[in-house]
């Protein structure tokens, strides 16, 4: 399954639930509206080149924590 368009994806990135897309045109990166989309960008976390993966993990653990999710984070990542 796709997962939300260029739109929906800018819009999500404004409002803080996406990561800004920092020049690629995609719009946001990591969008994570609800648990399934976070439990996706927990899985994807071993595609982010490894100087950004601490970004990208905050990001998630933030995501995590608006959604009241944290315990999905894995023990790894503390």
Do not use: C, H, Y
């Not at 997962?3 to 999500?12: E, I, Y």
Request: charged share 25%; glycine share 12%; net charge positive.
């Amino acid at each position: 399954m796709a997962g939300p368009s260029m739109p929906v994806r800018k819009n999500l990135a404004k409002q803080g639930k996406a990561l800004p897309d920092g020049g690629t045109g995609s719009g946001g990166r990591f969008p994570i509206r609800n648990e399934a989309d976070l439990k996706k960008a927990i899985q994807s976390i071993g595609r982010v080149k490894a100087g950004d993966r601490p970004k990208v993990i905050a990001f998630i653990k933030r995501r995590a924590a608006a959604l009241n999710l944290s315990a999905l984070i894995p023990s790894s990542w503390s």
